[in-house]
């Protein structure tokens, strides 16, 4: 029997949690928690370990706070880094601030990747992850392939549930699709979004949503993560959702579409960047990129979604 793929989870907060248990209830593999808080993360493993009796799985669940446990990884996900601070503003505190920090991080995560497990696929988390991923592509020397940021899964997550809401259907049965950057720089497409199979202009004709709601949702989608902030806390349970449909693409060669971060070649007119874009996941990492044909306005938005990308990482 072949062994099952192992999962090493940098970063045991409160994604790092959420995804251990989805991989033991999918039944994906088995899990490193990684943590440098001593005692937490094995106290979460030891926890999610027993919901295998639940989920009739039979993944082995371990905590960690050794860099050595990465050896013989084939899917580490990263979600180590600083966050914004709750209840500050963005004149007190803003992204740009977590760019020198995480960037460190990067640089020491991604050293020991190329230690103990360069064949490794890598998703990355941690913000502003346009610019973490690529950070952490340089400092892994992963190929290009092999490793793509969190963004469009969680975004369009967001953008199909609220049109499903205002349309009474399945979400499910919502496709959309953003591009750009994961952040205020997002692009949501509003001609590709579909119910169903139909477009969602159809839905504007028969008077089920106008424009204006169209934009209000998308609005919301764009500031859903700060509206959940306000809220409680930073969202962590749709985020490690969207990580694993992601992971589960990788390790089960489904060859899902998805939209991710990805290494752009001449896409959209943008080289030696990342960017989020559809793309086919499958058992060989990123198997095609797929470069959307966009409007004049959608262009100069994606543009300055790079703009902003390339401006954060000359601050990293």
Same mark, same amino acid.
């Given at each position: 029997?072949?062994?099952?793929?192992?999962? $090493?989870?940098?970063?045991?907060?409160?994604?790092?949690?959420?995804?251990?248990? !989805?991989?033991?209830?999918? @039944?994906?593999?088995?899990?490193?928690?990684?943590?440098?808080?001593? @005692?937490?993360?094995?106290?979460?493993?030891?926890?999610?370990?027993?919901?295998?009796?639940?989920?009739?799985?039979?993944?082995?669940?371990?905590?960690?706070?050794?860099?050595? &446990?990465?050896?013989?990884?084939?899917?580490?996900?990263?979600?180590?880094?600083?966050?914004?601070? #709750?209840?500050?503003? &963005?004149?007190?505190?803003?992204?740009?601030?977590?760019?020198?920090?995480?960037?460190?991080?990067?640089?020491?995560?991604?050293?020991?990747?190329?230690?103990?497990?360069?064949?490794?696929?890598?998703?990355?988390?941690? @913000?502003?992850?346009?610019?973490?991923?690529?950070?952490?592509?340089?400092?892994?020397?992963?190929?290009?392939?092999?490793?793509?940021? !969190?963004?469009?899964?969680? &975004?369009?997550?967001?953008?199909?549930?609220?049109?499903?809401?205002?349309?009474?259907?399945?979400?499910?049965?919502?496709?959309?699709?953003? $591009?750009?950057?994961?952040?205020?720089?997002?692009? #949501?497409?509003?001609?590709?979004?579909?119910?169903?199979?139909?477009?969602?202009?159809?839905?504007?004709?028969?008077?089920?949503?106008?424009?204006?709601?169209?934009?209000?949702?998308?609005?919301?989608?764009? @500031?859903?993560?700060?509206?959940?902030?306000?809220?409680?806390?930073?969202?962590?349970?749709?985020?490690?959702?969207?990580?694993?449909?992601?992971?589960?693409?990788?390790?089960? &060669?489904?060859?899902?579409?998805?939209?991710?971060?990805? !290494?752009?070649?001449?896409?959209?007119?943008?080289?030696?960047?990342?960017?989020?874009?559809?793309?086919?996941?499958?058992?060989?990492?990123?198997?095609?990129?797929?470069?959307?044909?966009?409007?004049?306005?959608?262009?100069?938005?994606?543009?300055?979604?790079?703009?902003?990308?390339?401006?954060?990482?000359?601050?990293?």
């Amino acid at each position: 029997m072949a062994p099952k793929p192992k999962f $090493v989870l940098v970063g045991s907060g409160m994604i790092g949690g959420v995804m251990a248990t !989805l991989i033991v209830q999918k @039944n994906l593999g088995d899990v490193v928690l990684f943590d440098i808080v001593k @005692n937490m993360p094995q106290g979460k493993a030891l926890d999610t370990s027993h919901t295998n009796v639940m989920a009739y799985s039979n993944c082995k669940v371990t905590g960690s706070n050794s860099y050595d &446990d990465l050896k013989g990884a084939d899917v580490v996900i990263v979600t180590a880094g600083f966050t914004k601070a #709750p209840g500050k503003s &963005d004149k007190e505190w803003n992204r740009d601030d977590l760019l020198p920090l995480n960037n460190k991080i990067m640089i020491e995560i991604g050293g020991h990747i190329k230690k103990n497990c360069p064949n490794a696929f890598i998703i990355v988390v941690t @913000n502003p992850v346009d610019v973490m991923v690529q950070l952490l592509h340089q400092h892994s020397g992963v190929p290009k392939n092999k490793i793509i940021g !969190l963004g469009g899964v969680l &975004d369009t997550s967001r953008l199909k549930y609220y049109i499903s809401q205002k349309l009474n259907v399945c979400p499910r049965d919502v496709n959309a699709l953003i $591009v750009g950057a994961h952040g205020n720089k997002m692009v #949501p497409l509003v001609r590709y979004i579909t119910v169903g199979g139909i477009p969602l202009q159809e839905f504007i004709n028969n008077k089920r949503i106008t424009n204006k709601e169209i934009d209000e949702i998308f609005d919301r989608t764009i @500031n859903t993560a700060l509206e959940i902030v306000n809220l409680y806390a930073s969202p962590f349970v749709a985020p490690a959702a969207a990580i694993i449909e992601m992971a589960e693409s990788y390790v089960r &060669d489904l060859k899902k579409v998805l939209v991710c971060s990805t !290494l752009l070649e001449g896409q959209y007119g943008h080289t030696d960047i990342f960017g989020g874009t559809p793309i086919v996941l499958g058992a060989n990492g990123v198997e095609q990129v797929i470069e959307l044909q966009l409007t004049k306005e959608e262009k100069e938005k994606f543009d300055e979604a790079i703009a902003e990308t390339r401006r954060m990482k000359a601050l990293a």
